[in-house]
């Protein structure tokens, strides 16, 4: 499974767009690339999931470049609500779906 | 509808005792999977369950740790002679199907502390 790599942490403040990239160098071509989102005390949660170009539903957006070695996930006009952690995740649409967590990026978003 | 539910949300249990927690998968998912998410780390795999096959164990840390799904619904994870390593937050997540692209639901876990 492709290693991933993001940021620790990242600052924001109500209202501001939020766009966390992640690298995985080593996607494969049967890879997808899936952001979960995690509250304290709760399970991760789905956000969105995609494969190249750009994926939008009403939670967030997803850009993926053609060469797909990194991706972004946006968080328009960010709320304190939206202070949790965020995995990326890359894995094969085949076979079956164990997940592999990195640390994710904790997201702290300021009055 | 109903998500996953996990239970007990919280168990503190002495070094050396015998742990059960138990997973309600959503209804009608096929997959399950355990995970073991450590204070500040992301969730870590433990086994997966398709039905009522346990198809991969291989994050499973020791032979004191054995899950089962015997009716393909329900799941429990045991922990046998606990030691204090084994304490963190204890994740179910149940798919319909056992694809990437099928989101993983995930409960709000079991929070152990081995005293």
């Known amino acids: 499974l492709a290693k991933t790599t993001q940021p620790i942490s990242m600052d924001s403040y109500e209202g501001q767009e939020v766009n966390i990239t992640c690298s995985h160098n080593n996607i494969a071509t049967n890879d997808y690339i899936t952001w979960y989102q995690q509250f304290p005390s709760q399970g991760p949660r789905f956000i969105i999931q995609?494969?190249?170009t750009k994926v939008t539903n009403e939670v967030a957006s997803l850009f993926i470049p053609a060469d797909r070695k990194s991706s972004t996930l946006s968080l328009p006009r960010v709320s304190l609500s939206d202070t949790a952690v965020y995995y990326c995740l890359v894995g094969d649409i085949g076979g079956y779906n164990k997940l592999i967590f990195g640390a994710g990026t904790r997201l702290a978003v300021h009055p | 509808g109903a998500g996953v539910s996990q239970s007990p949300r919280y168990k503190v249990a002495k070094r050396g005792q015998d742990v059960a927690l138990r997973c309600d998968p959503i209804s009608g998912h096929v997959s399950l999977f355990w995970y073991q998410q450590a204070l500040g780390q992301g969730p870590e795999f433990l086994t997966y369950f398709q039905n009522e096959a346990q198809l991969d164990k291989s994050g499973l840390p020791s032979d004191r740790f054995f899950a089962e799904r015997p009716e393909g619904s329900v799941s429990t994870l045991k922990i046998q002679r606990t030691q204090q390593e084994d304490s963190a937050v204890y994740l179910c997540?149940?798919?319909?199907?056992?694809?990437?692209?099928?989101?993983?639901?995930f409960g709000d876990g079991t929070r152990l502390s081995i005293l």
């Open positions: 995609g494969y190249k």
């Open positions: 997540a149940s798919s319909f199907s056992g694809v990437l692209n099928q989101p993983q639901h």
